[in-house]
T-cell receptor, first 112, second 116 residues
Framework: KQEVTQIPAALSVPEGENLVLNCSFT??????LQWFRQDPGKGLTSLLL?????REQTSGRLNASLDKSSGRSTLYIAASQPGDSATYLC???????????FGSGTRLLVRP | EAQVTQNPRYLITVTGKKLTVTCSQN?????MSWYRQDPGLGLRQIYY???????DKGDVPEGYKVSRKEKRNFPLILESPSPNQTSLYFC???????????????FGPGTRLTVT
């Protein structure tokens, strides 16, 4: 059974710091991995999608990497800003059944 | 604007009173899905649909029904709601790209349901 874990559960950093969020999964047979952002009481915004054949994806200050063999993905946020404060979720698509398996999220606070 | 919409956004109801939460997407996506989000349990899939008239159970389907009569709509039906269905519900849609499988999922804004 696929399980997705995110560490740490919460993170507080000063503005400007570079930071890394971690996501691990138990079954390496995945189609893709997606990182989302969720603001309190709001929906999920897709940040980056990495296909199983890819190693990384970049969008602006965000960079996500994928290492299937070790069952790990990282989300790197450069020069963090208070507006980055949110919960970050990773999710893996394990097969063509279209079911995403979510981690429990990392709650990020960027202090001004 | 490409989007997934849900209605209502907030709903308070009583045990046993049938309700429907609507979901609509304007991106011509084949795949649609419902999730619920609960503190400590994260997001879990309720039902999904691969295309019109094709639906299947996710991880927590008990107490829910769905239908997919049109490509753009995927309503979630609670025939007899109970307090343990109090949750934040999300609808999502996805597609295959022309170059291969993408399955990037787009989420609606959520429906907060309280059953008393």
């Amino acid at each position: 059974k696929q399980e997705v874990t995110q560490i740490p559960a919460a993170l507080s950093v000063p503005e400007g710091e570079n930071l890394v969020l971690n996501c691990s999964f138990t079954d390496s047979a995945i189609y893709n991995l997606q990182w989302f952002r969720q603001d309190p009481g709001k929906g999920l915004t897709s940040l980056l999608l990495i296909q199983s054949s890819q190693r990384e994806q970049t969008s602006g200050r965000l960079n996500a990497s994928l290492d299937k063999s070790s069952g790990r993905s990282t989300l790197y946020i450069a020069a963090s800003q208070p507006g980055d404060s949110a919960t970050y979720l990773c999710a893996v698509l394990r097969d063509s059944s279209y079911k995403l398996i979510f981690g429990s999220g990392t709650r990020l606070l960027v202090r001004p | 604007e490409a989007q997934v919409t849900q209605n209502p956004r907030y709903l308070i109801t009583v045990t046993g009173k049938k309700l429907t939460v609507t979901c609509s997407q304007n991106m011509n996506h084949e795949y649609m899905s419902w999730y619920r989000q609960d503190p400590g349990l994260g997001l879990r899939q309720i039902y999904y649909s691969m295309n019109v008239e094709v639906t299947d159970k996710g991880d927590v389907p008990e107490g829910y029904k769905v239908s997919r009569k049109e490509k753009r709509n995927f309503p979630l039906i609670l025939e007899s709601p109970s307090p343990n269905q109090t949750s934040l519900y999300f609808c999502a849609s996805s597609h295959k790209t022309a170059t291969g499988i993408s399955y990037e999922q787009y989420f609606g804004p959520g429906t907060r349901l309280t059953v008393t």
